[in-house]
């Protein structure tokens, strides 16, 4: 089979793929949703309301047929890219609540992932460099505690130290209710603060980001941490390594410019998995700094019940992950033809 054509399939196979993992993410949801103790009808009305004003508005819902002729609907309704209406956010549609809330969301899980692969990179280079010493073993131990400390009692722990007990960073929220957002062009308050000309209003932006990002950032960063220093490693083993080192390379040119490059080929593989990781982690962060993001939302939308709002917003990232992942592993396809065959 020739490279093209192996291309070809494999892509296509991903593309086929994505589909069906969509399919099964939206009918998991949907079973579940309805399988968990609760009525919606009784989030909205309260247990108290009448009998005949919850029959009728489970009837306007659509909430009386049976589960088979519910899960026709709804899967009739996404496939025209209608996610509904919120069951608690009367008059709004679920596309409207995630473009209202995905925005927080995005420069949240930018920044994280920036300082993520800062962090990681970083690390794992150091601890590789370093085989058999001090520096090593504590990357690795930097890598298992990052990779198992609980999300909410890090970022818990964070506020404690550095909002509660030195003042230095705020409790939570997304810009101080005192000074005016920047003006919703993108929906992200740095860019649209620099478009505006307000630097103020992109510090304060990024001081309210601060301890969220780092929260979310420094644990996720372990998992860079793990793949950088592994496949560093073993590149710092390989023939031409050794070959550049018999050239009297310097070993910090040796780092950057020949073993590093070579070790980031899993970073980029790992990226779409590391992109679900983030947006799971981005609930409990959101919720735990008040972020007022679409994964918080989320979060309220579950303890509300409100059923087309919680299978928006999932069937919404599991599109986001599914895209990112086969962008990726095509790129990894490009790179290393052993993938593809």
Not at 279 to 286: D, Q, S, W
């Amino acid at each position: 089979m020739s490279r093209s054509s192996s291309l070809r399939s494999y892509i296509l196979a991903r593309l086929l793929l994505a589909p069906l993992m969509l399919w099964l993410i939206t009918t998991l949801v949907f079973l579940l949703l309805r399988a968990t103790p609760g009525d919606p009808i009784d989030a909205l009305l309260g247990p108290r309301a009448p009998q005949a004003a919850k029959d009728a508005l489970r009837e306007q819902l659509g909430l009386n047929k049976s589960l088979l002729l519910q899960y026709i609907d709804y899967m009739g309704s996404l496939l025209r890219l209608d996610l509904g209406q919120s069951l608690t956010t009367q008059g709004q549609t679920v596309w409207e609540i995630i473009t209202n809330f995905f925005p927080a969301t995005v420069e949240l899980a930018v920044i994280s992932m920036a300082i993520a692969l800062v962090v990681g990179i970083a690390v794992g280079a150091l601890s590789a460099s370093r085989p058999n010493t001090l520096l090593d073993a504590g990357g690795r131990l930097f890598g298992i505690v990052t990779y198992s400390i609980p999300m909410f009692w890090f970022g818990m722990l964070l506020q404690l130290i550095f909002s509660v007990q030195l003042g230095w960073f705020p409790l939570g929220t997304r810009f101080p209710v005192t000074i005016s957002a920047p003006e919703g062009i993108t929906g992200l308050y740095t860019i649209d603060s620099l478009l505006s000309g307000d630097l103020t209003g992109f510090l304060t932006a990024l001081y309210y980001l601060a301890l969220p990002s780092i929260t979310l950032g420094v644990l996720i960063s372990g998992i860079f941490e793990r793949i950088v220093r592994v496949n560093l490693r073993q590149t710092l083993q390989a023939e031409y390594v050794e070959a550049a080192r018999a050239r009297g390379i310097p070993e910090s040119k040796i780092l950057i410019n020949h073993a590093l490059k070579n070790a980031m080929i899993p970073v980029i593989t790992i990226l779409g998995l590391t992109l679900a990781a983030m947006l799971g982690g981005a609930i409990l962060t959101e919720v735990t700094f008040s972020w007022p993001g679409l994964a918080n939302r989320l979060y309220r939308a579950i303890a509300q019940r409100d059923y087309p709002t919680v299978q928006g917003i999932v069937v919404f990232f599991a599109a986001i992950v599914a895209i990112a992942s086969i962008t990726i592993d095509i790129i990894n396809a490009y790179i290393d033809p052993r993938i593809r065959y």
